[in-house]
């Protein structure tokens, strides 16, 4: 049986396209059996693609269509969540240290009573008033949170907070800062160590419950080069791969991402399909089509 073809492009475009995005572009764009195919190179931007084809087969295996698709969705978001929130706990550190004084990792954990629902206002609560403190005493804290799911189930946060030696953080749960359970801090000895073990901890397709619907799996200062690691981390792999670390390409509807500084062009190499394996079974296949 061959394989069933998954994304379908939208016939209209849902991006404002920017400075380099001219209506040209999307008018020279042709449209094929409800999938967009790129239409003749538009004029000042260079499409960098070379011809290489590869399958990748992927764990995400299930009876049932609806959860391999899940499975997958899930996946990629603690994948994308680890690469993030390890590159911006890197670029914080590297950034304490040029900028000199004596500083240390405190690890704060933030659990649920189990009669208090989750709510996003709960953590961004938490990290609003932290910063409020800090900010008093004239700090400007830097912080990366993830979203664990214990073994019941239920929801809980780490956060890692970056602070002077002279500063001293009062428990979450005693300062009113976090009301819906209790919190515990200790000094980090390892801080990016202590965010690879929890960065992906209870939310692999093992865990017991389901991420909250509408829940983010985690959060980032945005403090001077940090901001550029965090942006550079939230590109795909193959992109991060293809482009110099300065550059930062933006993502345009039916054309692919463009580089502002080069004017390149770069699509992604991968599609990928969902076929029937011989049990039965429903496999998702990445299908390398391209490399940079």
């Known amino acids: ?19 380099l995005m001219a209506s040209s572009i999307v008018a020279n764009t042709q449209r094929t059996g409800g999938r967009a195919q790129p239409g003749p190179r538009p004029h000042g931007l260079v499409v960098k693609v ?20 899940r499975g997958l969705n899930r996946q990629r978001r603690v994948r994308r969540m680890r690469r993030i929130v390890v590159r911006s706990a890197e670029a914080a550190r590297q950034g304490i240290e040029s900028g000199g ?9 933030l ?7 989750w709510s996003p ?36 946060y ?5 602070l002077p030696k002279r500063v001293q953080l009062p428990k979450p749960d005693k300062a009113g800062w976090w009301v ?5 801090i200790e000094r980090a000895r390892s801080p990016v160590g202590y965010l690879v073990k929890y960065a992906s901890k209870g939310l692999d397709d093992s865990a017991a419950g389901e991420i909250p619907k ?43 991402f463009v580089c502002s500084q080069t004017g390149e062009i770069f699509r992604s190499p991968y599609k990928f399909d969902v076929c029937r394996a011989s049990d039965g079974r429903y496999v998702i296949c990445f299908l390398e089509e391209v490399r940079c």
């Open 50 to 69: 070379t011809s290489n084809t590869r399958t990748h087969r992927h764990g995400t295996n299930d009876w049932n269509r609806a959860d391999c698709y």
């Open 214 to 256: 509408g829940a983010r799996l985690f959060g980032c200062s945005n403090a001077g080069d940090e901001n550029h690691q965090v942006r550079r981390a939230r590109l795909p792999v193959w992109l991060e791969r293809c482009t110099e670390e300065t550059q930062l390409p933006r993502r345009i509807a039916f054309v692919g």
């Open 111 to 117: 659990t649920y009573r189990p009669d208090v629902l």
């Open 1 to 19: 049986m061959s394989p069933m073809l998954l994304r379908r492009v939208p016939a209209g475009c849902s991006r404002a396209a920017g400075p």
């Open 101 to 109: 004084g004596r500083h240390y990792a405190a690890f704060v954990t």
């Open 180 to 184: 819906a359970g209790l919190s515990r």
């Open 158 to 162: 780490h956060v890692l907070l970056w």
């Open 121 to 156: 206002r709960h953590v961004s609560e938490f990290i609003r008033r932290t910063r409020q403190w800090c900010a008093r005493r004239g700090v400007v804290v830097r912080y990366q949170w993830v979203l664990e799911l214990t073994q019941r189930g239920a929801p809980h």
